[in-house]
């Protein structure tokens, strides 16, 4: 499937999403098409061969620190605009800049392992950030972040590598269908784009000006996250830090905005997929 088809797609999803907020009653699929979607992700991850470097640290790093500092900037001006930065600032490297890189004639295995180090490493830091950021913290306990969250990335993690080193045939067979998690994604943009919907139809009260900031603030997140990057990686790795820092699983980031805060929150992610995308095409269109 070429880019400009997918990326209608895409954007077809998110108008229908709008269109129909009754579909918001089906949010708790979320979850599941995510975890099928990292399920197909893991399978072409070659990260037992990788090496790691000491610019994974870095990005790491670099996600938790970029995440608290849009997250104060934000709260200074509303609540919901300070959360929606920060989980999608936080958000790990999307699993789809392994292949944009090999396009852009960079290190595969370098970005590979980028993927796997963030999606990991934010999985456990997160559950112990939330509790701390969140209005209504009290109401939710370390364990009931720890669990889903853990169980998000781990239960696929752990499939995955089960079908591919040891059930050769179900891997092969789940190779050829590969194309549905193109269709969890973009099920998942519909029913994110219908509970945010949902949700400002039912809470007018929100200012038509937070959501421009929010506009604006998640198209300065996305120049500097591609712009630090290129930093961060040095002469060695500038292009390839810069698309694992770019390019961000947002999906993960709309289920704990869904789940844990409120489809407000999602529209950051939510925005930021369109952003990286569109960098994202502009790459392939100059390389």
């Not at 929606?84 to 295995?109: E, H």
């Not at 998640?218 to 961060?232: E, H, K, P, R, V």
């Amino acid at each position: 499937m070429s880019g400009p088809v997918k990326t209608s797609i895409m954007l077809s999803s998110i108008a229908l999403g709008i269109l129909i907020p009754e579909a918001s009653i089906l949010s708790f699929l979320i979850k599941y098409f995510l975890m099928c979607m990292l399920f197909f992700a893991f399978l072409d991850l070659e990260f037992i061969k990788e090496i790691f470097a000491l610019n994974h640290l870095y990005i790491v790093i670099y996600l938790v620190g970029i995440s608290f500092v849009v997250y104060f900037i934000g709260s200074l001006i509303n609540d919901n605009l300070g959360l929606a930065l920060f989980i999608t600032a936080i958000a790990p490297s999307a699993i789809s800049s392994a292949p944009v890189i090999s396009y852009l004639k960079g290190n595969v295995g370098y970005v590979t392992f980028a993927v796997l180090v963030t999606n990991i490493s934010i999985a456990l830091i997160l559950p112990f950030i939330l509790p701390v950021i969140l209005p209504n913290s009290t109401d939710i306990s370390l364990m009931q972040l720890v669990v889903p969250v853990f169980s998000v990335v781990f239960i696929p993690l752990t499939i995955s590598v089960i079908v591919k080193y040891f059930i050769r045939p179900v891997f092969l067979f789940f190779n050829k269908i590969s194309i549905l998690s193109f269709l969890f994604f973009t099920s998942n943009i519909f029913l994110a784009m219908s509970s945010a919907s949902n949700y400002l139809r039912t809470n007018s009260d929100q200012p038509i000006n937070i959501l421009i900031m929010l506009a604006l603030g998640i198209i300065i997140l996305t120049a500097m996250n591609f712009s630090f990057g290129w930093l961060i990686g040095g002469s060695k790795y500038a292009k390839e830090t810069s698309n694992a820092i770019g390019q961000k699983n947002t999906m993960f980031a709309i289920w704990i905005s869904l789940t844990f805060i409120n489809p407000i929150v999602a529209l950051g992610p939510m925005m930021y997929t369109v952003c990286h995308n569109l960098f994202v095409s502009y790459q392939l269109y100059k390389s």
